[in-house]
Each structure stands twice: as C-alpha cells, then as structure tokens.
C-alpha cells in the first residue's frame, strides 16, 4: 500500500474515532485538495488545521518532525493540531500549550501538550467548537 493509501486510511480512521469519542454529528472530511495543493488533513473543525498521522510506532523524533509539519500547513486562521496513533495504542493529540494558558509561548514541539482524544473533544466542547 503506497504512503497516500495509508495516510488516506489513517484520516478516515480519525474521523470515526472522532466522532465516537465527541458523540456527535458533526460533519467532519478529509481535505482532498490536500495533495494538489498541500494544507492541513481534515476539514470540518472550524479553529483548528488537523494534521494526522497512523504508524506502526510514534518515536519523539517523528512526533516532532509532524508537529513541525502541523505548524508549517496551519494558517492565521486555524490553530495547527496533530493527531496520531501507533499500533496498538489509542489516539493522541498535541496542541501548543498556548491554547490552553498564555504563559507559554512558541511553536517547538516543546511549546506543545499531548492529551488523549477524549480530553481534547472536552476542551473543544469547552470553547463550543464541537
């Protein structure tokens, strides 16, 4: 299976797992314009530019080099956040701890939380962004 089919794969797998943990309708897709034009993987969450990754394993270098990845294809208007799971674990999410306080600052994967799926659509619901 080439790289686009496996990516293409793991973005659908998100959108399901998303809209089980959330518990809702909402309408979310995959950015098919993405390959054409590059951008971020999912569309339908108003704030935010999903970046989403399914590997066999998820090693601090890759999860950088993705979070780096997220930043670079977010824009002004939609906040970068990168999802992922490796096999056998459940899915991550990484957002820059500056969404969450305003006493850090920056976009190194240092300047980032990781929580769970779960914890992320809490934080959402929060902001009524789902």
């Known amino acids: 299976m080439n790289s686009r089919q496996k990516g293409a ?9 998303f809209k089980e943990a959330a518990g809702s309708d909402i309408e979310l897709s995959r950015n098919l314009e993405q390959t054409r ?3 971020f993987d999912i569309v339908g969450l108003d ?3 999903p970046e989403i990754k ?10 950088k080099g993705w979070w780096d990845q ?20 459940d899915w991550r999410v ?6 969450l306080t305003e006493v850090i600052t920056g976009d190194g994967i240092e300047d980032t939380v990781e929580m769970s799926m779960p ?6 619901r929060a ?3 789902v």
């Open 94 to 99: 990484v957002i820059r701890a500056s969404e």
């Open 47 to 49: 704030n935010w530019a």
């Open 70 to 89: 997220a930043v670079e294809q977010s824009t002004e208007r939609k906040k970068p956040v990168l999802a992922y799971r490796a096999d056998r674990r």
């Open 127 to 129: 902001w009524g962004h």
């Open 119 to 124: 914890a992320w659509i809490k934080i959402l």
């Open 37 to 39: 034009s590059g951008g």
């Open 54 to 63: 399914r590997y066999a394993e998820a090693t601090p270098a890759l999860i």
């Open 9 to 17: 794969r793991g973005e659908r797998e998100f959108i399901s797992a």
